[in-house]
């Protein structure tokens, strides 16, 4: 509303230009820059105006070339090539020109490509498509690219019967024509920025009974005049605050916070709270589904919450970002001036669910700079705060074997440990539980990290596989290193994550049997065999039992069945009355959907067969060519394949595939190659077989619309070496 001039303009800019930039005067937030390209999109999608589509990047937050990908991946059905046919790595900007290229060929006719939210320059200048006449590209920003050949259309503030219209909208014309001198200070009093606009309107939409006097009034007292402002520094964005800016435009944002600060008053305690959270993660598209895992003690007021701050305009729910970029930097004003008030981290410190969404659905990959910022609103005083934020980067390093990489993991995770022994010194207050889950947490993915390397070099400090091993034995309730009895509740707040960590001792022992299999003496392959499917087992069924507790009614319909037949399944699993325990004894860790529980134990099970398969190969080297290792793989393969089958049919629309999944069809491929040679038959070419599975791998990444180079590389890499190993056997 008031922008028609303005969508004219752009209209007439964008048939001579195939670039243009939507700015805001010096840089304004607020302005009405998003909004003034969604509805451009909108009108041109309604008329046809590009046939060839229009792509809406958001780039706040986000991995702008990832974006680009997901935008060809799904759009395109594109997934452009890892590597040249020489075998030379393809650069990301390479990657992404190939996408519009493919845009351009497959869509001759009109397209249009919209950058909102560009903070920086750097950000899109790499990944913006090459010159195409029928390509037109928007760039929101508060930045002015002038200099850099990009027509800009700068955005005023809206003229005062605009803004007047755009109450209007809100409050309706009766009350508007009543008080009509009011409304004219009031929109003045926001100077006439949209977004202060809206603010004002929801409120006086929500509590119909304040007049727009008492409103004006309700503001002055807020202690905002002409001498507090000077006093008061806002943050706006990018670093900066209100005491960088010209006295004119400083005016603007502050009146814009005073509303902010008129609507705070008003927002339930579960609101500010659900709206900090926002701001510090600056979450994208699943932010709901993302804040609502974090169960406790939201759990009862989360729906309220979620409600209280739309009715106030304070997030929207409609676009990828819920949250505006200027609200989200005076919501953080608020955690910084009173964070015992809010109690972020407590909220969060024990919701280990939360912290596993966010890394199962990806956003660490893109959000660790966002991560590492928010240490500023940290006091030395916010333990809870250092712990979740020092454990965060590490998990997101965590999947950076590089050297650099994996030394910044391994820092973080002792740095989170460190924290919690500093806590435990001083007072566990109720937390016991989960000061030792993370101290678990951290030390396992350190060691993780650490046995391939042997040992790594930190300030100073030598670190080994078996310091670590070591610290989480001692740890490690003696329950959960079992499998011949069922848990007790006691345990119940660290089974899964006792679960992954046999899953990663399998993984380890794998490695080592794997690494140099032909040069093992038998004490030695028995020893790393055994090991190995041990782990897994119990890193299986510690799964299964934390996925029976924690949701029962899932477990029995879409598992039970499929676990009649499974090896290395309990007797007491089956026979086990678990009514002792309650749900809330396993909130610390679950899974965080019925096909993450089933996808992730199908995992451990493909672990066990490949030990199986690797078995065989060994005993056959040393001329034993037993049967039983050939049957044994075989009813794993397909108790595997059964789990995994169930995980896929349960996978959400919203929900990602865990990266493992593409290990499945070099399982199979190994299993067929394994079973051709007890069989006698002659060994394929590895060329047949590296097609075979890379046919595969094709399959299921055009089926779930999903490319993970890093799994599928390590799934060919592994089966080369298996085929080399089985071609000796041919010589």
């Known amino acids: ?47 046809n105006q590009y046939p060839g589509g229009i792509c809406w990047i958001d780039v706040r937050g986000k991995d702008v070339a990832d974006e680009i990908l997901d935008f060809a991946n ?81 955005l005023e503030v809206l003229r005062e019967e605009d803004a007047l219209n755009l109450l209007e909208a809100y409050i309706g014309r009766e009350r508007l024509i009543n008080e009509r001198n009011e409304a004219k200070k009031l929109c003045e009093w926001v100077g006439n920025l949209p977004l202060g606009l809206n603010l004002v309107g929801r409120y006086l939409r929500e509590f119909k009974e304040d007049t727009l006097l008492e409103l004006l009034k309700q503001l002055k007292k807020k202690g905002l005049d002409q001498a507090a402002m000077h006093e008061t520094a806002i943050p706006i964005g990018n670093g900066k605050t209100t005491a960088d800016l010209m006295e004119g435009e400083r005016r603007l944002y502050e009146s814009v916070y005073a509303v902010f600060d008129l609507n705070w008053s008003q927002l339930r305690q579960s609101g500010k709270q659900l709206g900090a959270i926002l701001s510090l993660f600056d979450a994208p598209a699943y932010t709901w589904s993302l804040v609502e895992k974090a169960v406790k003690p939201l759990d009862e007021q989360r729906g309220i919450a979620k409600i209280n701050l739309k009715d106030l305009h304070l997030i929207h729910e409609e676009d990828s970002n819920p949250i505006h970029p200027l609200i989200q930097e005076f919501f953080l004003k608020k955690l910084k001036e009173d964070q015992e008030f809010l109690n972020i981290w407590g909220v969060l410190f024990d919701n280990f669910v939360f912290q596993q969404y966010i890394y199962d659905t990806g956003y660490l990959d893109n959000g660790l700079e966002r991560i590492k910022n928010i240490r500023s609103v940290l006091s030395e005083k916010d333990v809870e705060g250092h712990i979740i934020l020092n454990k965060m980067i590490g998990h997101s390093y965590y999947a950076d074997r590089r050297e650099e990489g994996t030394r910044n993991a391994v820092q973080s995770f002792l740095m989170t440990r460190e924290y919690v022994k500093s806590r435990n010194s001083i007072n566990f207050e109720g937390k016991h539980e989960a000061w030792l889950w993370y101290q678990l947490f951290c030390l396992d993915h ?286």
């Open 74 to 154: 799904i759009h395109l059905e594109f997934i452009p090539p890892d590597k040249q046919s020489s075998g030379k790595e393809i650069d990301l900007a390479k990657k992404v020109e190939a996408c519009w290229n493919l845009w351009s060929q497959a869509f001759p006719e009109e397209k249009l490509v919209i950058f909102d939210d560009v903070a920086a320059y750097d950000q899109v200048k790499d990944f913006l498509p090459p010159y195409d006449p029928k390509l037109k590209v928007i760039i929101t920003t508060r930045l002015r690219l002038e200099p850099l050949n990009i027509a800009s259309l700068v």
């Open 446 to 731: 350190a060691h993780n990290l650490i046995v391939e390397k042997h040992k790594i070099e930190i300030d100073g400090k030598i670190f080994t596989p078996k310091d670590l091993e070591a610290a989480i034995d001692e740890l490690l309730p003696d329950e959960l290193k079992q499998l011949s009895n069922p848990p007790s509740n006691v345990v119940a707040p660290y089974i899964l994550r006792a679960a992954h960590y046999w899953g990663h001792r399998g993984n380890q022992y794998g490695f080592l049997l794997f690494k140099d299999i032909q040069n093992l003496n038998p004490e030695k392959f028995q020893e790393l065999y055994s090991k190995g499917i041990e782990s897994y087992a119990k890193a299986a069924v510690f799964r299964l039992v934390n996925f029976r507790l924690s949701q029962p009614d899932e477990y029995e319909n879409n598992l039970k069945a499929l676990l009649v037949n499974a090896p290395y399944v309990p007797q007491w699993l089956s026979e086990w009355d678990s009514s002792s325990f309650q749900k809330h004894d396993v909130t610390l860790e679950k899974f965080t959907s019925s096909a993450q529980a089933i996808g992730d134990t199908a995992h451990q099970y493909r672990g066990i067969a490949d030990i199986r398969l690797w078995g065989y190969l060994y005993q056959a080297k040393k001329g034993k060519n037993d049967r039983e290792f050939i049957q044994e793989a075989e009813r794993l393969v397909e108790v595997t394949g059964q789990l995994w089958k169930a995980a896929q049919n349960l996978l959400k629309p919203e929900e990602r595939i865990i990266k493992y999944y593409l290990w499945m069809a070099n399982l199979e491929t190994k299993f067929e190659l394994v079973r051709d040679q007890s069989l006698g038959n002659s060994l394929i070419s590895w060329g047949e077989a590296e097609n075979r599975l890379i046919a595969d791998l094709d399959e299921l990444e055009e089926k779930y619309r999903l490319s993970y180079p890093w799994a599928r590389q390590v799934a060919i890499d592994q089966l080369r070496k298996f085929y080399n190993f089985l071609e000796s056997l041919y010589a």
């Open 1 to 47: 509303m008031g922008r028609e001039e303005a969508l004219r303009s752009l209209e007439t800019q964008l048939t001579k230009e195939t670039r243009l930039a939507i700015t805001a005067i010096k840089g304004m937030g607020g302005i009405g820059k998003t909004e003034l390209a969604l509805q451009y999109a909108i009108a041109a999608r309604k008329s």
